[in-house]
Structure formats: structure tokens, C-alpha cells
């Protein structure tokens, strides 16, 4: 499993695990009660603190900030044609901030305790047939697969310029759906192999 833990000793990387989830979950959801767009924008600065308290170098948050610009570009510019202006920025901030804010989490969050706390969240639901471990595992490859799919766009992108040919803006999208199922079809043969798949 990809991790994007980055070691060092600040307040959010001693934040016990479950703290920072339940953080992450209900600043996720308080971003839809936010008044208006320009409160929605300026919420993007609180993962980009978040990265500045956690002690991350810049160059981490240049890559994680470079990673998703070509795809929240290509929704803005899909947001823009369906949607008026001041609801397209919304949107994108959002994004933008639930974004920022799970790679926060994956930098500052080793693997192991999420899967551990996610784990002893469940438990309770053993007896409704509930498998915690799958439960927590499947909770820690969503938030890693988020970085991976980012890193494809930005490694399709790459490739395409590299080759010298000018395409559409939004070419990247089926090779980045090619090597997305390419990576799911290997996790899945990862977790077949140590028995995960039942």
C-alpha cells in the first residue's frame, strides 16, 4: 500500500488518529453550510496552515497542490460550461479543501494506526457481520489511492508534453481511467493473495 506518511514531530502528527478523522469528517461536511462562495474559498487556507503547523516542507505541499491542478482545472472548466461562475468556484473550492485536507492526513498519519483506529471503530458492528479489519484496510486504500490517482494525472501529463503533441485539455482522462483499474485490478490481486478477497 502507498503511503504518503511524512515523518516529523509536530502537534497534528502527535493528534491521536481518530481525532484528525473525525476532524476530517465533519470539516468536510460543515463545507456545504458555508454562506457563500468567497467563505468556501477562504476555507482552502486551513489545510494549507494545516501543512505549515504540521512542519511539512513546501516542496510536499508544491507536489500535493500540483498533483490535483490538472483535474480540478478540468472540472472547473466542466463546472463553468453547466454552471454559473460563483457555483463553479464553490464546488472547486470545496474540492479543493477536502482534498488538501485528506493529504494532510495521509502525511501526517502512518497506515497502521489509521488501520488500527478505524479498526477498533468498528468493532461494535461485529455482531451485525461487519469485518472491522476489511472495514479499516478498505477506509486506508481510499485515502492512499487518492494521492496515486493524482500522481497519474500529473505522470500522464508529463508523458503527453514529453512527447511534443498538443492535445485537448482534458486527453489525460482515459489514460489516467487506464492506469486508475490497472492499480485497483493490482490491489486486488494483493489482497487475493493474503486472502483479504473473502
Known amino acids: 500500500m502507498l503511503s504518503l506518511y511524512y515523518p516529523a514531530d509536530s502537534f497534528i502528527h502527535r493528534t491521536p488518529t481518530w481525532l484528525k478523522l473525525l476532524c476530517l469528517a465533519i470539516g468536510s461536511i460543515a463545507l456545504f453550510w458555508l454562506p457563500n462562495a468567497y467563505w468556501s474559498v477562504a476555507v482552502v487556507a486551513v489545510p494549507v496552515l494545516g501543512y505549515l503547523v504540521a512542519r511539512l516542507p513546501l516542496r510536499i505541499l508544491g507536489s500535493d497542490v500540483l498533483r490535483m491542478a490538472l483535474l480540478l482545472v478540468f472540472l472547473l472548466i466542466t463546472q463553468l460550461i453547466f454552471n ?102 493490482d490491489v486486488a490481486d494483493a489482497l487475493t493473495v493474503r486472502g483479504l478477497d473473502r
Not at 122 to 146: E, I
Open 84 to 185: 454559473e461562475p460563483e457555483v463553479a468556484a464553490t464546488v472547486i473550492a470545496r474540492l479543493t479543501t477536502i482534498i488538501l485536507a485528506a493529504q494532510l492526513f495521509t502525511r501526517t498519519t502512518r497506515i497502521k494506526h489509521l488501520i488500527a483506529t478505524v479498526e477498533r471503530l468498528t468493532t461494535p458492528l461485529k455482531p451485525l457481520g461487519v469485518n472491522p479489519y476489511k472495514v479499516a484496510l478498505a477506509v486506508a486504500l481510499m485515502l492512499s489511492a487518492l494521492g496515486q490517482i493524482v500522481g497519474f494525472i500529473r505522470q500522464v501529463r508529463e508523458a503527453q508534453r514529453a512527447r511534443g503533441v498538443r492535445l485537448a485539455p482534458w486527453s489525460w482522462v482515459v489514460p489516467v481511467l487506464v492506469l486508475s483499474l490497472k492499480h485497483a485490478d
